[in-house]
């Protein structure tokens, strides 16, 4: 087959003149590149279709034979009939144009362009909606293009153009604008009323359904427009995220009750069975509401409100060991609280005699308090606070007075008191007046409790507000008792006050205070420690903790705060809650002794790192607890197991009763 571009014979092709260089050609830039001009000839055997030049007959007429050639005669002859626009694709023939047809990319691009309203003219000459395949092969696509266009094409569709199956029609239709490229197809579809696009015509509907779109139409095209009341997508899925978040909160809340319920009913039980009488293996009493030394402080303490725990760790059990043998008997608590408790009634009595001798009567016995001289008995010191000791029998009242305590009232107190002893109990006491402005009160038997009554006031402690004048103005008696001892007095009844609200409801507290009170007894640099900022330390390293701490680790939190520096001369110190001024709770002690403090819980510090916390509380070491037999038994049946299965190798591995097997 000739080509229409191609001479089926050669031609010979020569200039009509010979090319000669110009002798004197124009002057070039030297820095700016020029091509050299060419001297070849044109081939005289050379295919224009192709662009192709042949040496001779024979090679031109093989090129003319040669597929390429041929390719590009169909390519000239049938012109775009075998070009998909759609793609951008040119075929070789009918054939390869009916597989780029029936090929996943085509095939993607129909699926493109079939949601438009309109398909381009593209589309509908290689296969759109309803229309046929080329006239070569109808067959070869027309199949798989109905399969993939079916569902789309045959769907019934009502006036304003959507499927008949929607809730609502859209509205604002004629707001939509199609967007069209240089050569006519759509690219995507406008809503001019509300400024977005879309790619699709269900997209489209979607858009002109929602309530975006329709408060639009309200806004700038009809006023009147009645909105549905039916929420949004988006509005239901937050009404859902809100109804999940107010379950899990209910069924968390229900979670917390149930767990507190059953840790009530845990603490009845124990509770239950630390009264049983009788118990051969209670633990000694600790400084909880049933300790009859802290039953004897008023006001009563408040319940704790952390529950008990289970002291299971090795420093835990060390610290209780050594707390239960630095606690008193319960004979020398039972005499301590008898003392104190005939004392407290017998100054009862007293306050009683002497109001109805200042001319005060009451036909029901009972004396107005207003007018009474004495207020009322508090406890102070180690009683006040639950933190006796063994063999320490002298413990400290409070007596209040409505009038700054002179030495007459003291000697008066010294010779009632006496009077109204027998009267309370049986018991006998010896009643004695010292020379610091107390009274002794002291058991005959055995133990030997003494009660030292001391008088104070709360007018001795001025009160700043006071004008200076007013001050002066008032002047105090001639027989006043010493007014440092009575600041003293109420210095320790503000502690034990703060005590009882702070201290005693953290449960590891007192027992805690108690094991470090020991250590300053044994240990010389921690005898310059002040009791009172031994408390402190304590109750404010144990409350500051993010979680309960049993005994052992509360020693080892005190020991951190104490190693830290807390107590040097340049570290934050303690400061005393009961004082109005700002007053360093660690003022007696020198700077040496603070350093002395410091070095000696760190080496503490150190010795509880490493197991050896016997050390720090003066104790020898606790055997370990008894192994449970659970996995040893379970051990000797899977050896069992495993000779029966296989008695060769296993049989050297035979060991003595009641023992393990050797390798």
Known sequence: MASPTCSPTPQMQLPAEPISPDPSPPPQDPHVWQPRASTRLRPVFFCDL???????????????????????????????????????????????????????RHQRALRRYSDLEEPPAELRSLGGRGQQGPPDSPADHGPSRQTAEGPRVQAPRN???????????PLGLEFVEEVRDGRGRVLRLRCSLCACSFNDRHARDLHLRGRRHRLQYREKVDPELPLSGAPSARTCRRLDEQLRRQRRQKRRRLEALRHL????RIQDVLRSREQEPGDPGRAPPSTSSEDPAAACSWPPRPPPQQPPRRWESREDRHALSRHAAIYPA?????????????????????????????GCDSS??????????????????????????????????????????????????????????????????RVSQDAEAAITVASCEEPHVQVTVSLTSPL??????????????????????????????????????????????????????????????????????????????????LSSAARP??????????????????????????????????????????????????????????????????????MEPLQPPRSR???????????????????GPVASKQARPGGEGEP
């Not at 005994?551 to 570290?571: F, N, S």
């Not at 037999?629 to 008695?647: F, I, N, V, W, Y």
Request: aromatic content about 2%.
């Open 364 to 429: 029901d016995g009972d004396v107005a308090a207003s007018l009474r001289v004495l207020k009322g008995v508090m406890r102070v010191g180690t009683l006040a606070k639950g933190l006796l000791r063994p063999g320490a029998q002298q413990v400290q009242l409070l007596l209040l007075c409505s009038q700054k305590p002179t030495r007459s009232l003291l000697r008066t107190v010294a010779e009632l008191l006496p009077q109204e002893l027998p009267a309370v109990t049986e018991a006998e006491y």
């Open 159 to 169: 006036e304003a153009g959507e499927a008949s199956g929607s809730d609502s029609a």
């Open 50 to 104: 192709c662009g192709v030049g042949c040496a001779g007959a024979q090679t031109y007429r093989e090129h003319l034979d040669g597929q390429r050639h041929r390719k590009k005669e169909v390519l000239a002859t049938l012109g775009d009939q075998l070009t998909c626009d759609l793609c951008h694709v040119a075929c070789t023939g009918p054939r390869a144009l009916a597989a780029h047809i029936r090929g996943a």
């Open 549 to 618: 701490l049993g005994p052992g680790d509360a020693i080892r939190r005190v020991l951190e705060c104490v190693a830290a520096g807390t107590l040097l001369p340049d570290g934050p110190g303690l400061q005393d809650p009961c004082e109005r001024e700002l007053t360093d709770a660690l003022g007696p002690m020198t700077a040496q002794e603070r350093e002395e403090l410091t070095a000696s819980a760190q080496h503490a510090l150190r010795l509880v790192a490493f197991r050896q916390i016997h050390r720090v509380l003066g």
């Open 629 to 647: 037999l659970g996995a040893r038994m379970r051990k000797r049946l899977r050896e069992a197991g495993t000779q029966a299965s296989d008695p």
């Open 330 to 358: 319960e004979a020398e608590l039972r005499a301590v609280q008898s003392a104190v408790e005939h004392t407290e009634r017998a100054l009862r009595r007293v306050s009683d005699q002497l109001a109805l001798d200042s």
């Open 460 to 541: 001795m402690r001025e009160d700043p507000s006071t004008p200076p004048g007013s001050r002066a103005a008032c002047s105090d008696p001639e027989d006043i008792l010493n007014p440092d001892k009575c600041l003293q007095d109420l210095k320790a009844l503000r502690q034990a006050k703060w005590f009882q609200a702070r201290a005693s409801g953290l449960q590891p507290c007192v027992v805690v205070i108690r094991l470090f009170k020991d250590l300053c007894l044994r240990t010389a640099p921690w005898a310059p420690l002040p009791a009172w900022a031994l408390e402190l330390l304590v109750e404010k390293a």
């Open 261 to 264: 319920h059953s840790q009530a």
